[in-house]
């Protein structure tokens, strides 16, 4: 994975609650074992018609929004399935973090363990961003993971929460396992200490 420490990108806003991973990446395209071409299928039921030509009212067929690495959604993102592969479809696209007022457990520890930033905000503060981009779509906001901060071009910060450990893990680019056999010295140190090896 990417280490994840700060991104200074444009965004994306999808105005839709409880977008299940289903309407993320559709099941057609799971037959996939590696994330090459995932963000392909990304959103396919919304993005393309059903002559297969994009429908230019989706977000990600508007060129305003072109190169977006934030996406901002609706409550309850990324409900249904544990599909692994809404998150890379999302990475693969281009999207390094989703700001949203809630995720669905499972994609919110899917995506944290596949370098995918999941930022919760409050309601108000999301629909803010949203009605924000919307107008402006070339604004640039700015992610910390460090202090866990948003900031807004006029300086305006928001805070979310992460897991210590998960942070870690972004911040150096490591999943569960890159994380153990980082350890691999502490762990060697503490067999021979307690006579393992």
């Given at each position: 994975m990417n280490p994840f420490i700060t991104l200074t990108?444009?965004?994306?806003?999808?105005?839709?609650?409880?977008?299940?991973?289903?309407?993320i990446i559709p099941a057609r395209f799971l037959t996939a074992t590696t994330r090459a071409g995932m963000g392909d299928g990304l959103f396919a039921a919304w993005r393309y018609g059903p002559d297969g030509q994009p429908n230019p009212d989706f977000p990600l067929n508007q060129p305003q929004y072109e190169g977006a690495?934030?996406?901002i959604a609706g409550r309850n993102f990324g409900s249904g399935?544990?599909?692994e592969h809404a998150v890379w479809a999302l990475t693969e696209y281009g999207f390094r973090a989703v700001i949203t007022p809630g995720?669905?457990?499972?994609?919110?520890?899917?995506?944290?363990?596949?370098?995918?930033?999941?930022?919760t905000l409050p309601e108000a503060t999301v629909n803010m961003l949203l009605n924000?981009?919307?107008?402006q779509p070339d604004v640039r906001f700015h992610?910390?993971?460090?202090?866990?901060?948003?900031?807004?071009?006029?300086?305006?910060?928001?805070?979310?929460?992460?897991?210590p450990y998960r942070k870690q893990c972004l911040l150096q680019g490591l999943d569960d396992l890159g994380y153990l056999l980082a350890q691999?010295?502490?762990?060697?140190t503490y067999e021979r200490a307690h006579g393992k090896e």
């Open positions: 990108a444009t965004a994306l806003p999808l105005r839709a609650e409880n977008v299940d991973t289903d309407q690495q934030i996406l399935s544990s599909r995720f669905a457990d499972i994609f919110y520890n899917n995506a944290l363990k596949n370098g995918l930033l999941p930022i924000l981009v919307e107008e992610i910390d993971l460090p202090t866990q901060t948003v900031t807004l071009p006029d300086g305006q910060k928001s805070h979310f929460d992460i897991d691999e010295e502490a762990i060697l």
